[in-house]
């Protein structure tokens, strides 16, 4: 009987694996280095219960919240002018495309720690400023050091963001332009629904990087007096003296943020990979959901 | 008697200082499928974006459906045409690539409805309704959720047709449509087009089909360095060309 024959499973393939001994050899190195620095920090004079107890201080705690409100209002301000550059240095006008290449040019070739005291100390240069049909206020009541982080740092993340949205304009086939042009679309109307939705997929990835260095760099603000996570702790340890608790009490917290930024970019690259690759990255889920499958199965 | 789809009359066209269109004169008649033949680089891609505002004409005469292409005229005059209107002429022009140039993000239905309701300002039920009904003129109509590259070749070019009809068209360019698909796929692209022609559109197929050109064209025209060197009924023009280059041409390609 044919239809039997066809039901049986094939034979199981049975081979000896591949041993990796480059696996086993890195491993060792790495458990003694591991064990070594294990050793050092028990002999450094460092009280880790001060670390701890500080680590939810509120006034690290809020410090940890400004660092987080500053770095996503900034990367927003960062990406909305990076759109918007970009897109004035593909437009072919000379004059935006000018003016676009002057931005770029301009703030990504002077340091950001200058740009925030520069923002900071705008007084001197501008003693009021007047903005139209709303009137004039005095520069030092306008420039906060919550404005002059978010100026400082959000215009010079423009600068990169540019740079970034630029790549991923031009990553997209000319021809998809073509077609959309071909049935009438406008430039605003094929840029918004044809071509930065194929651009994303290229723009998210360096996008969630420039975010997680933000993350760190907004530490910057500190030289302006806004209140982050560094600075909440150096106004604690010029007090209490505890200097080196206090720095690894704010370095839990970066890590805390940059970790949970990490997973939240991956389920983002994810989404935008989408009718671009067949085989998606799994999940961490999928991942323990198959290994499961595959264990069950091997019994 | 009402004016040609389309009238070229000694249309340059330059690159830089590579002149491609050297002086082209065609005409297509309301209804009527015109088959453009030619060796690669002769011109035929270019002309075609011509006709679709995509490029500019340097000099001489391009009118389509009575209407001059990429300019106004005012008394003695001729003002370039604002990119506004330049869209809104687009849009009246069904164009069909070599390379399907799908939008990958959409879905078929997705790239069928997008034009219609952005541009057309079509309602969203009214737009996907015709959209079902095109994707089932060219036998699609169960790949209605279906990702570009979750579709064969074949199937692509007949979602990008069925995208360019959706606009309502009075002109249909073709620019090699069946030059990038495996040869048994291109009948089924061939069939849809026949299916068009049948049904009174006005057609410009750049092809290299001779079968096509000699069963649905209504005009052949063989194009070559920048110039329309042979132009006639099907049968004239493949069975018994005039122009030596044209022998030569069809000798290779038959
Ligand atoms: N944007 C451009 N800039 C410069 N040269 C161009 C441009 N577009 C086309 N050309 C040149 O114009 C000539 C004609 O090109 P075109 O694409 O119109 O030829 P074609 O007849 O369609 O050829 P094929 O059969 O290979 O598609 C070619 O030599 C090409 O290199
Ligand atoms: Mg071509």
Known sequence: ?299 | MSAPMVHAEKVHKSFGKVEVLKGIDLTVELGEVCCLLGPSGSGKSTFLRCINHLEKVDAGRLSVDGELVGYRQSGEKLYELKEKETSSKRAEIGMVFQRFNLFPHMTALGNIVEAPIRVKGLGKAEAAERARALLDRVGLSDKVDAYPAQLSGGQQQRVAIARALAMQPKLMLFDEPTSALDPELVGEVLDVMRGLAADGMTMLVVTHEMGFARDVGDTVVFMDGGVVVESGAPHDVINNPQQERTRAFLGKVL
Do not use: C
């Open chain 1, 1 to 299: 009987m044919t239809s039997t024959a066809s039901v049986t499973a094939p034979e199981r393939l049975v081979a000896v694996p591949v041993r990796y001994w480059g696996r086993w050899v890195s491993a060792v190195v790495v458990l003694v280095l591991v064990g070594l620095f294990l050793y050092a920090m028990t002999r450094a004079d460092v009280n880790w219960q001060t670390t701890r107890h500080f680590f939810t201080f509120p006034t690290i705690v809020r410090g940890a919240g400004r660092t987080l409100l500053i770095s996503v209002l900034a990367q927003a301000l960062g990406i909305a002018l990076g759109v918007v550059v970009a897109v004035m240095r593909s437009s072919g006008n000379p004059v935006t495309g000018a003016v676009g290449w002057f931005y770029v040019w301009f703030f990504r070739g002077t340091p950001v720690l200058l740009q925030l005291l520069v923002w900071f100390n705008l007084a001197f240069l501008f003693p009021t400023l007047s903005f139209p049909g709303l009137g004039s206020a005095k520069t030092s009541d306008v420039m906060t050091p919550f404005v002059a982080a978010l100026l400082g740092l959000g215009i010079n993340e423009g600068a990169y963001m540019a740079e970034i949205v630029r790549a991923g304009l031009n990553s997209v086939d000319e021809g998809q332009t073509e077609a959309a042009q071909a049935l009438g679309m406008s430039r605003g109307l094929l840029l918004r629904r044809i071509v930065l939705p194929q651009a994303m997929r290229v723009i998210v990835p360096p996008t969630g990087n420039e975010f997680i260095n933000m993350l760190k760099t907004s530490s910057l603000a500190s030289i302006v007096q806004y209140g982050e996570l560094l600075l909440a702790a150096q106004a604690i340890y010029t007090n209490n003296l505890q200097i080196m608790e206090l720095l690894f009490s704010a370095a839990l917290w970066y890590l805390v943020l940059t970790s949970v930024f990490s997973i939240g970019q991956f389920y983002l690259e994810r989404r935008f990979s989408r009718g671009a690759t067949r085989n998606l990255a799994l999940t961490p889920l999928q991942r323990v959901r198959l290994a499961l499958l595959r264990s069950e199965r091997a019994r």
